[in-house]
């Protein structure tokens, strides 16, 4: 890690691992399915421009997004990687065309996905507006009842011709519910109904897993994969062990060192007493900077290789560490913590003990932390 100058802390991103989890999961593909690369909320969080150009030098070439603004901001992230001479790339908007973004998404040639009766008249439209066709993504709804058109949005597609015109589908998609849970009955319900629902765009490509679908096996991949945490190195399982590659290390110095010899307590709310003699060490990082404050008296930091469980509360800029297990002369101020990987608590177990999932940590990763760029 390298010193963290003028930030509080370095979030360091592995580009080759990213690329290594991208490979793994391409391999497991069916025969002719391709593997998108899921770069919504600036890539999970750990940035887009950087994230994708990466993944467009492996070979991605579909992108998706949640907004028209991630789709301007991706644009101009793959083009200034044009001299590594890929194809730009398809983008895709989750959100799909609303009247205040479906001119913008034409203009910018980016692909909505099509997820209402209401987004289907609106495409259409702006396809007659601009005189020719427009291509677009049309969702259904399989079980999770969230996005998507619905059984009765089908059947007005296929008892009006004109339903669909102008609009070029290349694929129809669905999300699967559970995909984190191989053994649950919806997963198999989901793609039942996705089968079902392909009859109505027979001229269309399919696609509907994402990374924990892509772990479910070949008859979920159909011919395009919507990978996320996988890539980014969170598991895509709820439980069991991960195979991907950690791409998330996030790294801080301590700041000051506080002996203790007497019954005392740390922190806001003075909710962590010490009983006997110990050393707390106050480190720079707190809920400001996406370190959860539900992570107060739960997580776990590594100093020296030692394990130095967070004590007292999250405050806003700093969190307080139990290093007494650590060699003094190793936990002075200065001293490297590591907070997330590098061998200590990985990703999902700091997910486990926030009570949340790997997807809100990285997700919330502040823009204070200095974002280091590595392999
Ligand atoms: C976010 C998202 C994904 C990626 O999901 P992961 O679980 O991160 O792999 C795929 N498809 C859709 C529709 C999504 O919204």
Redesign the pocket.
């Known amino acids: 890690m390298s010193p963290v100058d003028g930030a509080s802390a370095t979030l360091t991103i592995d580009l080759g691992a990213l690329a290594a989890n991208y490979r793994l999961l391409r391999a497991r593909l069916g025969p002719g399915c391709q593997c998108a690369a899921?770069v919504?909320a600036d890539a999970?969080g750990l940035g887009l421009g950087p994230v994708a150009r990466r993944l467009a030098r492996e070979g991605c070439g579909h992108f998706?997004v949640?907004t028209l603004d991630e789709a301007a901001a991706l644009r101009d992230a793959l083009d200034q990687g044009g001299d590594e001479g890929e194809a730009a790339g398809a983008i895709y908007v989750?959100l799909g065309a609303e009247p205040d973004t479906a001119a913008g998404l034409a203009e910018l040639g980016v692909i909505p996905?099509l997820n209402s009766r209401e987004h289907i008249e609106l495409w259409r439209k702006e396809a007659a507006r601009r005189g020719g066709p427009l291509p677009a993504i049309v969702?259904v709804d399989t079980g999770m009842n969230r996005?998507g058109l619905e059984a009765r949005d089908l059947d007005w597609i296929a008892q009006e011709p004109d339903a669909l015109a102008g609009i070029e589908v290349r694929f129809v998609?669905s999300?699967l519910a559970c995909?984190?849970e191989p053994g649950h009955p919806l997963n198999q319900r989901q793609l039942d109904a996705f089968i079902g629902a392909r009859a109505t765009f027979p001229a269309a490509s399919a696609s509907l897993?994402?990374?924990?679908?892509?772990l479910l096996g070949q008859a979920y991949h159909f011919d395009l994969v919507?990978?996320?945490?996988?890539?980014?190195g969170?598991n895509?399982l709820a439980q069991g062990p991960n195979s991907f590659s950690e791409v998330v290390q996030l790294q801080t110095r301590i700041v000051q060192v506080r002996e203790i010899d007497s019954p005392q307590a740390v922190g806001y709310g003075a909710t962590h007493r010490v009983a006997g003699p110990c050393r707390i060490a106050t480190v720079p990082v707190g809920y400001a900077d996406g370190y959860l404050r539900s992570l107060g008296n739960r997580g776990t930091a590594f100093v020296a290789g030692v394990r130095a469980p967070l004590v007292g509360r999250v405050s806003m800029d700093l969190i307080t560490l139990d290093v007494t297990a650590a060699p003094p002369e190793q936990t002075r101020p200065g001293a490297i913590v590591t907070l997330i990987g590098g061998g200590g608590a990985g990703l999902d177990d700091i997910a486990r003990e926030a009570g949340t999932i790997s997807?809100e940590i990285l997700t919330r990763l502040g823009p204070r932390l200095k974002r280091a760029y590595v392999n």
């Open positions: 899921v919504k999970y998706f949640a989750l996905v969702q996005l998609m999300h995909a984190d897993s994402n990374s924990g679908g892509i919507r990978p996320g945490i996988a890539l980014y969170g895509p997807y």
